[in-house]
């Protein structure tokens, strides 16, 4: 589980092709200062596992073909720079929302202004979990909504957001990871059977 608060910019060391999968090294001495295999760090959004992690300030993560499919992750390269956060520890300060780094799609960035009010395509799949003020997790950020449409949404990012994660070196065309506010998901499953129309199949007629 993770807040959405990232932790550090890192930079991609290595990206090895394996089959059905590849293994990534990560340059992020924060994230890696009390690192050991099996915690979980999430890269852009992404909850990864640590493999290796070394006294030089950089951890090594197996990613399966389903992430890679899923997510951005399958366009690394070396030098690129990428969003960090360790799992949150019980008893912190939430500071983002919950987030599980379980990815439910990607988008891509259609504009920014000089105000940093930034612009979003999104699967319309996903667009009914996103609401006015409402929380999304973007490359691992966590981030508030300023406006949903059918296929897009807005947010104002400050001048910090900018300057200490990738959201600030993105450009127009760039693809990014979107996780939605579990909360809505699971309110969903939970009203569905209740909602008119659906009473007669959750009942098994």
Not at 84 to 108: C, K, N, P, S, Y
Request: with cysteine; hydrophobic share 40%.
């Amino acid at each position: 589980m993770f807040t959405g608060i990232v932790e550090e910019l890192g930079e991609i060391v290595e990206v090895e092709t394996l089959p059905n999968a590849a293994r990534v090294t990560v340059h992020g001495p924060v994230v890696t200062s009390d690192a050991k295999p099996g915690d979980s760090i999430a890269v852009n959004g992404v909850c990864l596992t640590v493999v290796e992690a070394t006294a030089a300030g950089a951890f090594t993560v197996d990613v399966v073909h389903e992430t890679l499919r899923r997510s951005s992750l399958d366009k690394l390269q070396t030098g690129d720079r990428v969003n960090l956060e360790r799992a949150a520890a019980l008893g912190q300060r939430l500071g983002g929302h919950i987030v599980q780094g379980h990815v439910d799609g990607t988008g891509v960035l259609l504009s920014r202004d000089e105000a940093g009010l930034t612009r979003f395509g999104i699967p319309a799949r996903l667009t009914r979990y996103v609401v006015e003020k409402g929380s999304i997790t973007v490359d691992g950020a966590s981030l508030t909504v300023v406006e949903i449409t059918e296929d897009e949404f807005s947010i104002a990012l400050i001048p910090t957001t900018l300057e200490l994660t990738t959201l600030g070196r993105k450009q127009p065309g760039d693809i990014v990871n979107l996780e939605v506010d579990v909360l809505a998901k699971y309110l969903e499953k939970l009203a569905l059977p209740h909602v008119s129309g659906n009473r007669q199949e959750a009942a098994g007629v």
